[in-house]
């Protein structure tokens, strides 16, 4: 059984291999030239969406393949590793990238290959600066999954209703408050109300 990045991968790379695009490659099997376009492949909640059988089907008739060949493509993804949405933690705080839960959505995200299998809901964030030194150093990519639990010590992003993205370590947290400690001793520690954050999703890997 294929994941979700799995099938949408394999679509991306039969479009490749044709030398279209993913709207191209709708276009060509008749279908809704964004059916495929990255933006809809989770909806707004940040719940994944599929590609329903009979549009999968039409591409596989106009590409001229079977299921197996299709598989093949899938497959491939497993022994490469996925494809996960990538963004500047600086950019990412101009607004319109993330859900209210913390999911990525929009249309300015890039995407990079990680290792190995990966939650669905794993995105990346690029750090710029030194604020986050010596625990991360510039260029830095920090793994986010906004689906699971936050933990006092735990490496965080938050984002405040104001808009400001953050990358610190979670020292308390309570119905009423967040207190997040600095990484750079050189940088200040931070306490927030609870309704002045947006959301809190925990860092759970960095690729440097």
Known sequence: MFTHDEIWAALDRLAKSLSTSPSGLARSAGLDPTSFNKSKRFGPSGKARWPSTESVSKVLNVAGIDFEDFAALAGDMRRRGPMIPVM???????????????????????????PGRMDEKIYALQITGDSMWP???????VLVAPNEMVRKGDRVVVKTIEGEIMAKELKKMTTARIELKSLNAEYEDHMFHRKDIEWIARIVW???
């Open 88 to 114: 500047g933690l600086a950019q990412a705080g101009a607004g319109g990238f993330f859900d209210g839960d913390g999911y990525p959505v929009g249309e300015g995200w890039d995407e990079v290959r990680m």
């Open 135 to 141: 625990v991360f150093r510039d260029g830095d990519r």
């Open 206 to 208: 960095v690729s440097q």
